[in-house]
């Protein structure tokens, strides 16, 4: 692939719901969907927290088991709106790829105790 004529392609589903261009107070199916995974991306975000934290190692053992219940659910939240068009996602241009594992390459190297 020629790296200096790469075009960015979107990939995504086509809605399956019709979503109003103009919207009123009330909320349709991509407002419900988006206000649960933003929940969802709440507890997680607080469950890591918790459980990093817990003192007892059952405790910290039951945090851990629901917190990764909580990102798998994150996780099925996020694939439930793709396969509704609700999210699209932006080819990555192989060009950035390599200039980011670059950069990360180059910032483990010269953090490496050894």
Not at 20 to 44: C, F, H, S
Not at 81 to 103: D, S, V
Request: glycine letters at 2%.
């Amino acid at each position: 692939m020629n790296m200096t004529t790469y075009q960015s392609k979107t990939i995504k589903n086509s809605q399956t719901s019709t979503v109003p261009q103009v919207k009123g107070p009330e909320m349709n199916d991509r407002d419900w969907i988006n206000d649960i995974l933003a929940l969802e991306k709440y507890l997680t975000d607080n469950y890591n927290v918790f459980t990093r934290e817990a003192s007892h190692l059952e405790l910290y053992q039951d945090l851990r088991f629901i917190l990764d219940e909580t990102h798998d659910c994150t996780r099925n939240i996020f694939n439930a709106m793709f396969a509704e068009g609700f999210y699209k996602l932006q080819q990555a241009n192989p060009r950035e790829i390599q200039q980011t594992r670059e950069q990360f390459t180059k910032y483990l190297s010269s953090q490496s105790p050894y």
